[in-house]
């Protein structure tokens, strides 16, 4: 394809390739994580490319048109299905990129004459705008065309396939890649796209900035039009008005012959046109399911078909010119225009075919219209007529494939199976797997039971551990509840008896109906015994007396409180500067304690508007600012309004309110004592200033002050007053009722899982709560503010407590001894699906009364979303869904509330759109580089947003929510949010550009929609109406809208964005800038006062990054300071010179000490003596720190800390490894957060940031899932495929802190403008759930079910989980599906011995429920166990010289099935060289052992038969009447005029059943030679998910020839970190969790072997929650003591330092497996106990075998069982019973070792 390359010069290669290398694309999931609803655009030719090659379409032997439509089709259905948006683009400079590589020059045409046909068929769909033609990437229509259809990325091809980076295909793919980058678009490649549930995965890579210039691609010069072809136009008109009946296809046939027959036409072409026409007119009546022909001859090659190239390249021309124009009114069939096997089968029995009269006619008609084009008779072709017979019936194919299901029966399943109707077969012989045979004898329809256990008494070091954790939770708490120190004063909870009122009522409440009560029965006996007039009661009298000296306290108090205020009011006059003062007054007010705030709350709100008026006479606050402070002074107004006041207030409050246009009606005035104001507010300083519309003032200035509750009243449930969406909330709580709330951050939805868990606690002392949260520091941090809330007393009863923290790597309490129980959404799904929680009606899981899903928008997550969904289909009870974030909430309401309705409970959804504080966005435009010398001191009012400070506000520009919108869609305007002054600048801008085509309606002038003083409720009313009148805008081409959007962005946008695009950055350059003026950016906000920030950067290596720059820079100016600075030198020297003096005082104090102690009676203790000395004056030197950084060199606030409560803080983190420069950014105010850090160092960052001590932090998007981390300002630093609309709204979510800011700050920085625009305006993706039934939970059911004798909470679980609609699915109409799927989900685990007949889990159904998460690699993994791949590899693991190698093989296998990655970059020769070949690392993982591939590849065939029948039984039972002839995408449909049956006249393949006949025609039979294949290929109407499959593809023969990544293999061959970031291309910040993942894997297999070889152990999912990986254990064990080294001498732990193999026997003969330290299970109290012995032998000889090596010199007790005639007894187990045994030992032993290297590095 020299036309793509030749113009490529030597610069233009070498920068697409520098490019290429650049790019670190991610792979995301672009519904879910990404794009969400926003549109992208796929290039088209690459759509070509790809999907024609994936699908093998047979493009070579014949040319299947219709095939490859079908197939992109299927393509463009499964991106709609997910909910994407998409267009595509075609550029003809580029037509050629549709061949894909390799593809030889003679069929290229039948790729170009596909893409014409394509874009004419997508023409004609509606919408229209699908497909779009460009002549050229750099072409102004192009450039138009983005301009007004705004692209949320852009998905092509990086060329790939092309095997080197230098070939001109790749080159030119590239090519448009780096265009779109270049131009600020993401690029997602669609090489590595793949499809999953709901889910569509595929590598992203950012832009990279301003990219230096190519070559750019020029138009195609179309030339001179075939004469031919224009000549033909008119006669195209002619016939289309002389033959209405005719399609496109006839029309483009005919003529396109006509282009390429002449007079001096040959037989031979003459032949060639008249088996076009006979294709053509079979192609009118032939049934699509008898177009499959078998491959037979050469193809279309060689003279013989040379007309068949020239018709078809005569039809592309057609296609492309305006002939096809002409054709837009015919019926369209474009799409079936030829068919290359058809014509191969007419062309090669043309002599010997016979047709009936009916078509023989139509072909002769079609022949004289052809003669009449090109004067060529071709009539004498036409076959002879087929004499009268009966037609032949449909042949079909003879499927080898058994459509019989093993037998299968069970009481609570079968009614779910009813109308799957299957024939089945007997049970076949128990198989002659030895391995088989003995795990039968073994664990054969084991019951899961649950015994008691006697519980340890936990080590030395454990409870040192939790001391440790439990102090730490509790100082967590107090930063939760603002407590100072440790301190809570948690509400102790007393449950109420029987017939007390339900609803329950806050402390308060209940205090006063007490109170009530008492006076109620009071007033009843003062009834009955009245006095005689004038007569006073001895009890009235003591009343009065009361009543006085309640009075006289209270005046006491008043006077206290008046006096304390007095003198501090002089403290503050005496302070010169007013701003202090104003700081030093809000400081005292918010300090002062409740019972001193009554008396003087207002007088104290009344000085600090005196302050403010002074500030504005005074002139101290810039000009600039004055309106900014009258805006506070208006809202310090009206909060003193709102206060209990006196007459000597509200005069002078008056004045205030008049002139600040605030109405003040005051009501009865304060009983408080008559008392003089002590400072004076002068008349002539009130009414220096008027406004003539106050109305726009409060909206311009005061909206961040606004009054912003919402209908808000007294109710005694709460200690606050809810707004009536709240009350909505409570009400429904307290109906029982299941709940979805909507809400965004900050608008108030904690109280509702408190309320909730409230509830709960009072009811009674047995009743379950859960709290499911996303992730482990959610999880902490609610259970702190638990422990902080409630306390309640269980009198002794053992092992309960009111909270529990429970997820995989640690637990705190007992998780079934709490009534709250706050975990994961892993752990809750094990916990209700273990049998041994639900065996009795006091069981566990029977005892769940609510469950609350905070941050439900989950669901939508790539990797645990399914978890989510499976949790709230299953959860048997009401249910509370929180979340911020949720794109749909009506459909996801609607399938909610359908999964409650059918378990009893109704649902009701309560949506709040208003934010408590308005966010206000910023984009940072960093200054030049400059010499920072230190932190200036910063002394400013406290005025909202970033544009006070005259310095620096200049660097914010400001971006309007409506200006911030890209492109027209009616909903992103829906979804922006306004604050006051954005409506009052939209109003404004619209009456300035509104004419006579649109006007606003006048009467949403602010002056006459609202009233004053404005309320936040009333300007929400407002915007929602001025949205309203701007939709008619948006949707207006001819609108002024863009005008008003253009001012509304502003200049300081438009001078951002043109500098931006201008620069001319290298990509790694410009990171680094941004990373240098992140300092910068952190100056301005702490001189804007806009500390404490959060920056978000989606990359953990680079926050780490961002924080070292910010840290570096304060050090090393610090030390140039110290070097420099004279004044630090004298300091220093005079430090040095006390401290000498210092240390001889001390000195001669201890001799005098000492001397005393001998002179006196009695000695003076060590104690005394430190006393003695301690009561001597301290010098300030003392606490001189010459270390510490200096003030002008750290973010940290030390007002809101001392340095004693820093350091108790920071030595927590002793003993944890946590990295120095860490810990030396903490006593900067610095910090980074992320999922990978220490737990116990994220949470003393989160502690340090609310304090308030720290002011910085650097975060990834965890630690915005809801960790209570609020702040003023949120920046997001640095571009990543991961901030995206969802992330967006999550992060910023934290700016603006209740209670502390009145306005949160949003800015990007290090973003381009116009991607700053795009995530700001994205829409919120949709919920979308995935398929939740997969064949792990279908045995864990059995399990469930089993393990329960079929109880009715197990049976309700099945029912949920088969009955209830998906998410997914979307309703009952897939229920045939899902039922069929189930039926054949249960005959592969019956094949797979996992299940018996009557539904009972056999063998290692235990380890594949253990190993649920690592779905579907976990059954290729016990194909391997079952047939006893590992016992035959691990028979020597006990010799030292093998073990290495049995290790590292595992080793290889294990890296073949989980945590895999592919290498797509396989092909590239250039990659190859340069890094695979050239690098010491292992990057391509090597083949697996032919013994393990053999094994596998089996294990795939059987699934695919199994699978493969289920296709073949749904579609002759419920689709024979359906056939499958629809184009998926466009539903065009592929039916005959008139049928005629083929079989009389050609020898077409039989009829397919299973595959789809579009598939088919490529030659495509029923026979699959992978599940991947049956899943794309399969027939229409049938569900079939591949990753709901129990298969994985094994590389490379069912991978397409990608290979897998040797991380795993690398690291455990070399430990080099390092390796596999550079080398196998790991992301630096991947490397911990993709290793950790591993590790769980490794324990998971280890226990759940252990478990096995155990009989007294709890064979159930329970069992599994405490398996942990190393990173875990790190985490656990970490900081127990310094002294300890982090050594766990406790028994029972794992302790990876020592062969545990050798322990374990020790472990059997106890009876005990791991178990935690803590209170036992509170449910085993009354449950019935199993027998502490076992009969059996086999217990016995498990522990003697595990002992290492074989016998060890002492009997077997196995030796009876060896003589046993029992032929069920397997031969392996006669010889010592070591084969399962042996294969446990390799897997420890591989845990070990991996663990070692890992601790190793990570240490």
Known sequence: MAFLGASWSKVSRARLRTWRDSLKPLTVDIVGDFAGKER??????????????????????????????????????????????????????????????????????????????????????????????????????????????????????????????????????LSLGYHMSSLGYCVAFIDEISFGSSKVNISVATPTGRLPPIEKDHPLENGDQSTAILEKRSSVQQAICQHPDLTYRDIVTIYALSCVLDSSATDARRKGAMCVLIQLV????????????????????????????????????????????GLAATRWDGFDLVDGRLYLEIYNTASNLKLSGALRAEISELAISLEALTMVKIPDLLPSCLPDATESSPEKLNSRVDSSVLPFSHPVVDQYLQQVQLETQEDPDPPHSQIFQELTHWHNAKKLIDPKHVSRAPGFFARKRNQKFMADTLSYSASLTGASGKKID???????????????????????????????????????KVPKRGVVSGKQKALEEAEATRMAKDEAKSLAAAESWKDRLQEFENERSLIKRFHKAERHLSGLSSA????????????????????????QCPKQNVPDLEAILWSKVLATKSLPLTRDIASPLRLLSDNCGIPLNLGPLSSLPKRELPFTMIESELKSTTYSKPVNFQLDFCGPYMERSFDSTPDGRVPFYPDAWQRKVLDAIDADKSLFVVAPTSAGKTFISFYAMKKVLLANDDDVIVYVAPTKALVNQIAAEVQARFTKSYHGREGRSVWAIHTRDYRVNNPQGCQVLVTVPHVLQIMLLAPSNAKTPNSWSRRVKRIIFDEVHCIGQSEDGVIWEQLLLLAPCPIIALSATVGNPLEFKTWLEGTQRIKGYELDMIIHGSRYSDLRKYIYDAPPPWEFQGLNSVERLPFPGLESDADVSHRFAFVHPIGALVGRNPDT?????????????????????????????????????????????????????LKKELRAWLVDPESPFEAVQQELRGERYRTLSTTKSQQEPSAIAERQDHRKTIFQLAVDLRSCGALPAIFFNYDRVGCEALLKTILETLESAETKHKQ???????????????????????????????????????????????????????????????????????????????????????????????????????????????????????????????????TVVIA????????????????????????????????????????????GNVVFHGIPPKRALEIMSARLPDLRGQFPTSVTLVLRLFGLLHGTNNSEYASNAVKSLLTQTRLYLGGPAAQMSIEHHLRFSIDYLRRQQLLSEDGAPLNFSGLIGHLYFTENSVFAFHSLLKEGYFHNLCSTISYASEQPDVILEILLVLSHLFCRIPCYRYQDKSWLENAVHRSPSLVLLPALPQTAARVLKEHNRKTLSIFQNYVSTYASQHLSDKPDIQLPFTNHKIEPREPCNIRCTLSPLGETTVRSPFAALSGFTDEFETIGELCSTARSGVFLEESA???????????????????????????????????????????????????????????????????????????????????????????????????????????????????????????????????????????????????????????????????????????????????????WSRGGGESLVNVYRAFATLRDQFDEKFLKVWA
């Open 40 to 173: 992208f655009a796929i290039h088209g030719e690459a759509l070509v490319s790809h999907c024609i090659s994936a699908a093998r379409v047979d493009y070579g032997h014949g040319f299947q048109m219709l095939h490859a439509v079908h197939t992109i089709e299927s393509f463009l259905k499964k991106l709609r299905d997910r909910g994407c948006n998409f267009e595509i683009v075609w550029f003809d400079s580029l037509k050629y990129l549709c061949i894909p590589y390799g593809t030889p020059e003679e069929h290229s045409y039948k790729y170009i004459l596909t893409r014409a046909v394509l874009i004419q068929h997508f023409a004609r769909q509606s919408p229209s705008h699908l497909s779009h033609r460009f002549d050229a990437v750099n072409c102004d229509e192009f450039g138009r065309y983005l301009t007004h259809n705004p692209l949320y990325f852009f998905m092509c091809s990086d060329g790939r396939a092309a095997h080197s980076d230098a070939h001109v295909t790749t080159l030119a793919h």
């Open 596 to 619: 001193h705030k009554s008396y003087v709350n207002a007088e104290i709100s009344l000085y600090i508007c005196h302050i403010l008026v002074l500030l504005r006479r005074t002139g």
């Open 1589 to 1771: 499959i129990p298969y994985i593809p094994i590389a490379p023969d069912e991978t397409n020839g990608v290979p897998w990544n040797a991380y795993l293999y690398d690291f455990f061959k070399h430990g080099d970190m390092g390796a596999l970031v550079r080398d196998n291309g790991i992301k630096g910040g991947d490397v911990w969790f993709r290793l950790k993942d591993f590790s769980l894997i490794l324990a998971t297999i280890v226990t759940s072997l252990e478990n096995f070889l155990d009989p007294n152990t709890e064979v159930d999912d329970a069992a599994m929650m405490d398996v942990q990986d190393v990173g875990d254990r790190m985490d656990e064990n970490a900081g127990v003591d310094a002294d300890t080294d982090g050594t766990e001498v406790e028994t029972g732990q794992n302790d990876i330092a020592k062969g545990r193999t050798n322990k374990m026997a020790a472990s059997r003969n106890k009876g005990k497996g791991k178990r935690k330290d803590v209170a036992e299970s509170w449910d085993a109290e009354s449950s019935d106990a199993e027998p502490d012995g076992e009969s059996d032998d086999t217990e016995n000889f498990r522990a003697n075998a595990t002992s290492p090596g074989p016998n060890r010199g002492r009997p077997s007790r196995f030796d009876d069982v060896k003589s046993s005639p029992n032929p069920s007894v397997p031969s």
């Open 973 to 1025: 305007l829906n979804d922006a949010s306004l604050e006051p002054r954005d409506c009052l600048s939209l109003w404004k801008c619209v009456k300035k550009y509104e004419n006579d085509r649109r006007k606003f309606n006048s009467s949403l002038a602010p002056e006459k929609f609202l009233s004053t003083p404005v309320k936040k409720s009333d300007v929400v009313s407002w915007e929602a109406s």
């Open 1260 to 1303: 990834t998007g965890t630690l915005a899932l809801g960790i209570n981390m609020p702040c003023k300002t949120v920046v997001f630093s640095d571009d990543s495929v991961f901030l995206t609309a969802l992330n967006y709204r999550q992060a910023s979510g934290r700016a603006g802190r209740r209670g502390f800011d009145v306005l």
């Open 490 to 528: 948690p509400e102790i909870i007393v449950v109420r008896k029987f017939g007390e009122e339900k609803t329950a009522k806050s402390t308060d409440a209940l205090k006063d109906d007490w109170r009530a009560a008492l006076k109620k029965q009071a007033s009843a006996k003062n009834r009955k």
């Open 1124 to 1254: 420099n600075s004279a004044k630090w030198k004298g300091t220093i020297a005079e430090f040095e010179r006390w401290r000498r003096i210092h240390s001889k005082a001390q000195g001669k104090a201890e001799k005098l000490l000492r001397g005393q102690q001998g002179k006196d009676d009695e000695g003076m203790s060590k104690a005394d003596m430190m006393r003695e000395m301690a009561s001597q004056e301290q010098s300030p030197w003392a606490s001189f720190d010459p270390d510490a950084p200096l003030s002008q060199f750290s973010f940290a606030d030390t007002t809101k800390m001392t340095q004693a409560e820093l350091d108790e803080r920071l030595d927590t983190l002793r003993g944890h490894n946590i990295k120095p420069y860490l810990i030396r950014a903490l006593r900067r105010g610095l910090a980074v957060h992320h999922a990978g850090m220490n737990r116990q160092y994220r949470q003393v960052v989160e502690m340090l940031f609310r304090k308030g001590y720290l």
């Open 282 to 325: 079979i192609l009118r009546h032939c049934n699509l399911s008898q177009r499959s022909f078998a491959q037979s001859g050469h193809g279309l090659v060689g003279t013989n078909h040379a007309i068949f190239k020239e018709f078809c390249e005569a039809a592309i021309e057609i296609a492309d010119t305006g002939i096809s124009e």
